[in-house]
Nanobody
Framework: QVQLVESGGGLVQTGGSTKLSCAAF????????MGWYRQTPDSQRELVAT??????TNYLASVKGRFTISENDALKVSLEMNSLKAEDTAVYYC?????????WGRGTQVTVSS
């Protein structure tokens, strides 16, 4: 069974930065796609950024140029979040998809406050 362990997040000031990390454990096939989604109480879960095992990235339009996803080691990804805005406030979920695997982390809160 695949397990995702998330870290990072918390309270950040508007314009500030923070970093989220996620590590995947378990039998994971290549190719895979890992990434981050976010959700607020008033919205559906949306893709923020993903990276494939071959290094291809994909970003939500509103975070392009501010967020950077990278795979620092196999099955360990981080999301650098810069120039944070109030609308980035959400619960961020790590996700991995590979073959028949489709797993979510428990989520970590990011709150951007002025």
């Amino acid at each position: 069974q695949v397990q995702l362990v998330e870290s990072g997040g918390g309270l950040v000031q508007t314009g500030g930065s923070t970093k989220l990390s996620c590590a995947a454990f378990g039998g994971i096939q290549i190719p895979y796609t890992m990434g981050w989604y976010r959700q607020t109480p008033d919205s559906q879960r949306e893709l923020v950024a993903t990276i494939t095992s071959s290094g291809r990235t994909n970003y939500l339009a509103s975070v392009k140029g501010r967020f950077t996803i990278s795979e620092n080691d196999a099955l360990k990804v981080s999301l650098e979040m810069n120039s944070l805005k109030a609308e980035d406030t959400a619960v961020y979920y790590c996700h991995i998809e590979s073959g028949t695997t489709n797993s979510w982390g428990r989520g970590t809160q990011v709150t951007v406050s002025s």
